[in-house]
């Protein structure tokens, strides 16, 4: 084989393999959407399966540490109690996680100890004479942390999550009951397009994978504002997740639902 064929044919095969990665890169613009699933009932309390992500997986790096609105993403302050202190019924069941997790790994801050052995009296006064009813226990931090604030009385640190905008419009704030943790709804992801899933930020992949996925019970304490939401999507709908979710916003839930 003369040189000029040895050329032409390393020239035919970078040609082919151009080609293969171009066409796999376009495949990748029309990968079916997920699995559509059917709103939850917008009341203050949900229970959601919840993950998690940071800005350095590989399909978050073309934004960096950005959202969707152009903000910085920011990780939630520490976990303020335990979950074993809440009522029963408000209690968040992990499942089993999608990533194996070491436990002693993880860069998670302890959760705050509490204790049941303050006492109050609790007294009524009828007709100028004081009785002693009864005295009963409550739950209080253990020092350190007994302020529900952060470090020199500053609220915590709210952090950012992800999510289907016609569920959670952009904005909404919600508390995490296992933990005590705020959040507020400032990036959708191709994933979470017609899921009731929300997406929680976390510092680095530690933390990710620590977290993994959990079936948690939230508060909303705020809800975002849904035609703002949508004015905003419907600038960026020639992405199919956002489509979906610009449809359902609209109403159209049958035409989200068919999305493919």
Known sequence: MTYSQRRNLALAV??????????????????????????????????VRTTAYTHTEADH????????????????????????V????????????????????????????????????????????TRTTHSVRRAVAVSPGRRSRGEGGRPPQIGSAAADWSRWPAGTVFRLLSTGQNYRVEDYGWALSGRNTIDLYMANQREMNSWGARQETIQVLKWGDSQE????????????????????????????????
Do not use: W
């Open 14 to 47: 970078l040609a082919a393999f151009i080609a293969i990665v171009f066409l796999s890169a376009c495949g990748t613009t029309e990968r079916a959407l997920p699995s559509y699933e059917r709103p939850l009932v917008k009341t203050d309390f949900q229970n």
């Open 229 to 260: 939401s949508l004015q905003f999507l419907r600038s960026h709908q020639n992405y199919k997740h956002i489509k979906r979710m610009v449809l359902e916003l609209e109403g159209r839930e049958e035409e989200a639902a068919a999305l493919r």
């Open 61 to 84: 790096r073309e934004y960096t540490n950005h959202n969707a609105l152009g903000g910085e993403l920011h990780a939630a302050g520490p976990p303020i109690h335990r979950a074993e």
């Open 86 to 129: 809440l009522a029963r019924a408000t209690l968040a069941y992990e499942v089993p996680r999608a990533i194996p997790v070491d436990e002693t790994a993880s860069y998670s801050p302890p959760l705050q100890p509490f204790s049941m052995e303050e006492t109050r009296t609790v007294t009524r006064t009828t007709k100028g004479l």
